[in-house]
Every structure is written in C-alpha cells, then in structure tokens.
C-alpha cells in the first residue's frame, strides 16, 4: 500500500500531535506500508494560505492508494480535498478542530473545516473527539477512535525520588489554552517552601503569552527547561513528584498518560477527554480558570504525602490499561484497508 501523509510545520517539533503522527507513520513503515510525507509550508494561517493555490498542482492522488491529512495543514489542502476524494480515497487524522479548541475562531474556520469533514474516514484520537466530529454531522460509521500509545518513553530513567524536594513537573507548549500561566499564579498564591515547580516545553509558540508567563515564573521555585529530549523527558517524569497541567482544552493529552506511566499523581482540569484519561483515582481535577482552585489542589498534594502515595499507585494502575502504539498502528492501518477496499468495489 501506497500512503501520501499530508502535514504542516516541522515535523520533528516536541508536541502531541507530532508525536503521535511520527510514532504511527513509524508503524505504519514497519508494518510494510510505503509511506511519502508531503510538507508543503509551514503550520502558519498565512504561510498555508499562501501555499494551498499551487500545492493543488503538487500532489498528484493517483500516485498512492490513499491520502492520510493531518488536521493541522487544513487551510492547505481545504481547496483540494474534494478533488482528491474523486480519485482516491482520503483519510483525515484529526488530532483537535482549531475551531473547538478556540471557540473564537470557528466563524473563520469553518471554510477549512467542512472539507475536512467530508473525507471518506476521520481518525479522532479520543472518544471526545468522536463526539465532535459527530455533533458536526459527521455519520458515525465513517469515524475511527484511536487513541495515542503509551510506550513512546522507553529509555525511561527509573529513579527514587529526591526527598528533600519536592518537584512538580509540567510539560506543555506557552499557549493560552495550555494554562501555563494559570499554573504559575496558582503556584505564587501560596508559600510552596521546599518545593519546586519545572516548566518544560516549547516558550515561543504565542510570544506575547509567553513574556507574560516569564514575567509571573520568575521566583525561585519555578524552574523553566524549554523542550528537552526523550531521555531528559524520561528523567524529569522519574525525579518528579506529582504532574501539573491545568489545560483549558486538549485533544487527547499524550503529557497526562505519560505522567501515570510514571506514577505521578494529576493536577488537571475537567475538561474534553482529561477525566477519561486520568480516571477518577489518579488526579485532582479542577475547573478551568479556577486559579484559587487550583491552588488548593497543589497545597493539597504538596502537604499530603500519603494521598501522593496512594495516587501514585492509582496513576500505575491507571497507565497499565491505557493503549500502546502498536494498537494504535495496528487500527490506523485497518482504517487504510477498509477504505481502500471499499474504493475498489
């Protein structure tokens, strides 16, 4: 099988969504499948708009046996979709729909959104995401859950944890919905001696969110990384004592299993797929915006080494029943053949 991937931006960037895009592309090739990944601008509004007249001319459908699409280079390829779809079949990966994720901007857009929708087979990564998609009159036979795996950490480094320090660790892009600066706050609001709070992600994404983020982290106790590497990723799950992310809003959110992998209890907010992936027993969750909550929540694990204890056996137990990649490789390309042979008939 033949599979052109369609995606935006850098593609060896430290996210979720490029993630998981690398690691079933990664599958996909061991399992036999030719696959060509086509970049034609970066992940930008404008640079998309720019590129999308003469990206049409670019990718020719009938050289491959399906088109996989990443949600994320929407503008791009809106114009072609429908054209595509009459010679080969298409597959959308929709990690998040920009216009859910940021209700403001769904007016704009829904001329990039409806193509989308039309493909042949949508991929959600989170039961959450299914419910989207069907709320937007998406029939429900032609929309796939796969959840992301959680064996991406491999070389994790397995270490006691530091004692004399606590250490709460939280791994995300400095973009509004991320919360980050939420965290902070909450963070500042109370006396957090003995302890340590590291911020770990990319800071450039929105420029002006992130001179407010540094702005407010600098004390003592907060400790910025930027993005590192697997192994130092690895290492910083291992040293940590509880995992924090008061995210707004998250497609599936890769960072939380990786945390239970790793026996850390949550700090999180109820919101879209969170709570299903967390379970009741591993997290405090908290409502979005809620800063004096959110506080509380981190007080609350900070001073109970007994409930961190008991949390930390339930995020194990928790992580034990979560997908792996395999899985997820395994039903992406049972999605390629389905719509391939239903083509063919």
């Known amino acids: 099988m033949r599979v052109a991937f369609v995606t935006v931006g850098d593609t060896k960037r430290l996210t979720g969504g490029y ?3 690398r690691c079933l592309l990664e599958g996909l090739e061991e399992s ?3 696959v060509e990944v086509v970049v034609p601008c970066g992940a930008g509004p404008a640079e998309q708009s720019g590129a999308a007249r003469g990206f049409g001319r670019a990718l020719d459908p ?3 046996d399906v088109v996989v699409v990443d949600a994320l280079a929407r503008i791009v390829v809106a114009p072609h979709l429908d054209a595509w779809r009459s010679v080969r079949p298409v597959v959308a990966l929709v990690h998040e729909l920009p216009g859910v994720a940021d209700p403001s901007a769904a007016g704009r857009e829904r001329p990039f959104e409806l ?3 039309r493909s042949d087979r949508l991929v959600a990564v989170s039961g959450h995401g299914k419910e989207v998609l069907l709320g937007k009159r998406v029939p429900s036979a032609r929309v796939a859950v796969l959840p992301p795996g959680l064996d991406g950490l491999e070389r994790r480094l397995e270490q006691p944890r530091a004692g004399e320090v606590l250490r709460v660790l939280c791994v995300a892009q400095w973009i509004p919905r991320k919360g980050i600066l939420d965290l902070v706050r909450a963070w500042r609001r109370k006396d957090r001696s003995g302890a340590v709070l590291t911020l770990v992600g990319e ?3 929105d420029e002006v969110y992130a001179a407010e983020v540094r702005e407010a982290a600098a004390d003592p106790s907060i400790l910025v990384r930027g993005p590192v590497d697997d192994v130092a990723l690895a290492g ?3 040293s940590a004592d509880l995992f924090a992310l008061p995210s707004r809003y998250e497609g599936y959110g890769i960072v939380y299993a990786e945390a239970l992998s790793f026996g850390l209890p949550v700090v999180a907010c109820a919101v879209g797929p969170v709570p299903g992936v967390v379970g009741d027993e591993a997290a405090l969750l908290v409502p979005p915006g809620e800063i004096h ?7 609350r694990l900070l001073s109970d080494a007994g409930l961190r204890e008991r949390m930390s056996a339930a995020a194990r137990r928790r992580a034990a029943g979560l997908p792996r ?3 997820s490789v395994e039903g992406f390309l049972g999605v390629l053949r389905d719509v391939v042979e239903e083509r063919g008939r």
Request: hydrophobic content about 50%; aromatic content about 14%; overall charge negative.
């Open 325 to 327: 990649w395999r899985e």
């Open 32 to 34: 036999g499948v030719e």
């Open 236 to 238: 910083l799950y291992a």
């Open 203 to 205: 800071t450039h994404a």
């Open 62 to 64: 009938a050289h491959f």
């Open 115 to 117: 193509p989308l929708l």
């Open 293 to 299: 909550a959110l506080s509380g929540a981190l007080g």
């Open 19 to 21: 993630l998981y895009n």
